[in-house]
């Protein structure tokens, strides 16, 4: 019996090695190493995304919080891919378009059975516009965006035409976001400014990818007025 149990323990135990997949990436678990996965994705000919039956985007549920699970190769996935099972080929520019459409999902889990990397959703599409036929719900948030506020008054200090910077908690059905005002000499193109500081808010969400940090919206005045000192993080 003891010698049964013995070979019935190293059996067990040789089976989970060999099912067990080896990491893709030799990357360290840190801001550098996350950079460099994602410029593996930006560059990747194609990413694995997991499907449900319809063939719609898979959107897995974990402790409280929804993904979307990727893959660097078909045989990442555990067990592989069964007839009845689909998943997409997709590129790194497609995500956007995918994260806006599945406003639920708060990241990209990348390689689940091996690597286990979560890539923020701002990785992909780190601003978005609202437009003015937007029904909104706005509060101070109480977990004040330090690193994201940085940035911005940062950005509005050398910019001349950007008088002050109104920052709130915007719920936007049920999904909850940073909304930034802008009040300006002049009326600016949003998107102009969203693309000088973009590269900024990609590595921000990079780094803070274990962590909580809501997607933005940048607006104008005309759009969203937020004109309430509770809400003012920046003054010329």
């Known amino acids: 019996m003891v010698f049964w149990d013995k070979f019935k ?5 040789d089976i989970a090695e060999k099912s067990k997949i080896q990491n893709f990436f030799n990357f360290p678990r840190n801001a550098e190493g996350i950079q460099k996965i994602v410029a593996w994705l930006k560059n990747a000919d194609e990413i694995i995304l997991e499907n449900d039956s319809s063939g719609n985007v898979a959107i897995r549920h974990y402790q ?48 689940p059975d091996s690597d286990s990397v979560l890539i923020n959703r701002l990785t992909f599409s780190s601003e978005r516009v609202m437009t003015e036929d937007t029904t909104v719900k706005i509060a101070k ?8 506020i940085e940035i911005l ?14 920052l709130a908690l915007m719920n936007k059905d049920d999904e909850f976001s940073y909304v930034v005002s802008f009040e300006q000499k002049s009326t600016s193109n949003i998107q102009e400014i969203n693309a000088q500081i973009s590269e900024q808010l990609a590595q921000l969400y990079q780094k803070k990818s274990d962590e909580t940090l809501f997607p933005v919206y940048f607006v104008n005045e005309t759009t969203l007025s937020l004109e309430e000192d509770e809400y003012l993080i920046y003054e010329k």
């Open 9 to 13: 323990k190293n059996k067990t135990t």
């Open 64 to 111: 409280d919080k929804d993904y979307l699970i990727a893959y660097t190769n078909t045989s990442q996935r555990r067990g592989g891919w069964e007839k009845k099972e689909k998943f997409s080929s997709v590129k790194f520019e497609d995500f956007s378009n995918i994260f806006e459409h599945y406003p639920q999902a708060q990241a990209l889990w990348l390689n």
């Open 141 to 148: 948030p109480k977990v004040i965006p330090a690193d994201l």
């Open 153 to 166: 008054v940062d950005f509005a200090s050398k910019t001349d035409t950007i008088e002050k910077i109104y």
